[in-house]
């Protein structure tokens, strides 16, 4: 399952071979012959693959609504068919489509920063001020609000000129090109931010918005320097723009066809760690569960025999911990499980094995160690308990060790161990018993 994930990871970034960059020089150099042989279906062949892209984004970002994960991916499916729809009016109203009577070159490129200004703004708020977290609700009455206020002040004359005829392009036009420039930047940065911190949500084909983006403010960039709606650098704006939507068409098929199955790799891996945490692990302790030791034990057991060495087994019980059941509540009482536990994990070496057997108890098994090392490898675990014991009182524990060296004197070694154990705190609770006695 790992190479799979893996592999597919790998598809998700976009990484132009030759063969794609070729064909884009090529696309490219047919863009430009037809804009010199009829600017006007140049055009609309940019801006019909620009809506179709924008839709196809809405299109699947509302059909997963319930399914994906991703709120960043609705929001950004969303956002596009508000700028679908300004673009679509802004193909209409283009200069020699003669659908809207006593339109000049003036409206198209008002509808060209309205549509502009909807995506880098919408960008601007899904990322740098954070808005993705918000719901789709609130995110739609920001974009329609924004849409159907620019639409309707260029209808009614109301939008600030951008384009005069004879005389070019207005200082509004140009300024409002500098700056959907620098939120474009913005949202790169952010982007990039996100990218690297890497644990937030995982933006959506960050690397495809990234280029689209950068696109996007190179486009914007010639918008600046054009008199002519028919001008080369008109064209660079918008073959700029045809590129942006390509690397966003490429991310949709990245982020609808191939992420849904990372996704699901991704999920059943952790819903996997999370079964196999579960069945090895303790959950309070987070020592070894008994089942799971039962199991290294066999394996433990079959190695020393191989090497013909021999290891020790060491049962240890808290003291008392009925009294600080009693005393303090179960609650304080787990806490003491777990802090034991902790100093446990300390004290012995990697090589080592450590579980909770039960309630109170906990087993060791040092792996090729004497019982000599056994019973200091148990005074480091007391000396940790005593110096770091976060309690109002003490924790102490009692503990029984014994070799064995393979499987035909383990249960014997256990069982002695358990001898071991109980008959030191026997003696503890004698000497407390006495102790008490004494001071009465």
């Known amino acids: ?5 893996d592999k597919l990871s790998k598809r998700t970034i976009w990484k132009p071979s030759v063969l794609i960059t070729v064909s884009l020089i090529l696309i490219f150099g047919v863009l430009y ?16 693959f620009a809506i179709f892209v924008g839709l196809s984004l809405t299109l699947i970002s509302i059909t997963t609504i319930n399914t994906s994960k991703n709120r960043l991916f609705t929001k950004i499916g969303l956002l596009y068919l508000f700028v679908s729809t300004v673009d679509f009016v802004h193909t209409l109203g283009y200069k020699g489509m003669n659908i809207f ?9 008002q509808l060209w920063i309205l549509g502009r200004s909807l995506e880098v703004f919408g960008m601007f708020l899904l990322f740098p001020l954070r808005l993705r977290n918000k719901s789709n609700l609130y995110f739609i009455s920001i974009a329609a609000s924004m849409t159907f206020a620019g639409l309707l002040s260029i209808f009614f004359k109301k939008f600030p000129d951008c384009l005069i005829e004879g005389s070019g392009l207005t200082p509004f036009k ?22 690297h911190k890497a644990k937030e949500q995982r933006p959506c084909f ?48 990245v982020q609808s066809l191939i992420d849904p199955i990372n996704t699901m790799l991704t999920e059943i891996k952790s819903q996997k760690e999370e079964l196999e945490r579960i069945a090895y692990y303790d959950t309070l302790t987070k020592l070894y569960s008994r089942s799971f030791f039962e199991e290294i034990v066999k394996k433990h057991l079959e190695i020393i025999e191989r090497n013909k060495s021999s290891s020790t087994v060491v049962l240890i019980d808290v003291d008392a911990f009925k009294s600080i059941n009693d005393t303090y509540g179960h609650k304080v009482g787990d ?3 777990e802090f034991v536990g902790r100093s446990i994990a300390k004290a012995i070496r990697s090589s080592d094995i450590a579980a909770r057997y039960g309630g109170d108890e906990f087993i060791l098994i040092l792996s090729e160690s004497s019982s000599y090392n056994a019973v ?16 109002n009182f003490p924790v102490s524990i009692s503990y029984g060790v014994a070799e064995f060296s393979g499987k035909s004197n383990y249960e014997t070694a256990l069982q002695s161990a358990d ?14 018993s006495n102790l008490n006695q004494n001071i009465q």
């Open 419 to 432: 001898i071991s154990l109980y008959e030191m705190k026997r003696k503890k609770r004698t000497e407390n």
């Open 33 to 48: 012959e037809v804009s010199l042989v009829n600017y006007l279906l140049y055009h609309t062949v940019i801006e019909f």
């Open 335 to 337: 806490r003491v499980l």
């Open 101 to 109: 009577p006593n339109w000049t070159a003036n409206e198209p490129t």
């Open 1 to 5: 399952m790992k190479k799979s994930e």
């Open 376 to 391: 200091k490898a148990v005074q480091r675990i007391k000396n940790i308990l005593s110096s770091e014991n976060p309690f």
């Open 174 to 195: 140009i300024t409002m090109e500098y700056v959907l420039i620098a939120l474009a930047l913005a949202v790169v940065i952010d982007i990039q931010h996100l990218h």
């Open 206 to 253: 960050c690397t495809q918005i990234t280029i689209s983006m950068l696109l996007t403010a190179l486009g914007e960039f010639f918008f600046t320097l054009y008199t002519d709606v028919y001008g080369f650098f008109n064209f660079l704006g918008h073959a700029s723009r045809f590129f942006s939507y390509y690397v966003l068409l490429h991310g949709l098929i």
